[in-house]
């Protein structure tokens, strides 16, 4: 299916489900909106979407493996409405959004800090120090062997 058809039906569908919840309308189409930015922004490839939201002290993490080819994608819906759960939740909270390419020859690792429904680009120095410092300790740690931690690209939402 292409990501422009896909859109406004998985919206709708995402939509409904939250805000029969409760939640604020504009909240649930900010997030899916900033949702299939991620999924678009990183391009082709086998992908894996990580995000984090921190509440109450405690982090909640849920990962959704995705696929992007040209103008179709393809991701668990099940996966893609907890995600847009929990991107509500960082974005109105804090958090963040880490996106793992996977190639034949190694791994591709960017991410964003999400503030408000935006999703801002870290730096390949960022990502780096995010994955190479110990997060107890603030000791280094050695990089992932194959692993380029690289600069995010903008998110369109």
Do not use: K, Q
Not at 27 to 45: C, I, P, S, T
Not at 97 to 125: K, M, Q, S
Not at 131 to 146: A, F, L
């Amino acid at each position: 299916m292409v990501a422009a058809d896909r859109e406004p039906e998985a919206t709708e569908r995402i939509g409904m489900a939250i805000t029969s919840h409760d939640r604020p309308a504009y909240e649930v189409e900010r997030a899916a909106a900033l949702l299939m930015g991620l999924f678009e922004a990183v391009g082709d490839g086998c992908h894996t979407l990580t995000l984090v939201a921190y509440a109450n002290g405690s982090p909640l993490a849920i990962a959704v493996p995705f696929h992007v080819e040209g103008e179709e994608f393809d991701a668990d819906p099940d996966l893609a409405l907890e995600a847009l759960v929990a991107l509500r939740l960082a974005a109105t909270v804090g958090g963040s959004a880490v996106v793992r390419t996977r190639f034949a020859d190694g791994e591709r690792v960017c991410g964003w800090r999400l503030i408000e429904f935006y999703a801002v680009p870290l730096g390949a120095a960022e990502i780096f120090n995010a994955y190479c410092t110990d997060p107890e300790t603030g000791e280094p740690i050695p990089p992932e062997w194959g692993v380029d931690y690289v600069a995010a690209p903008t998110v369109r939402t």
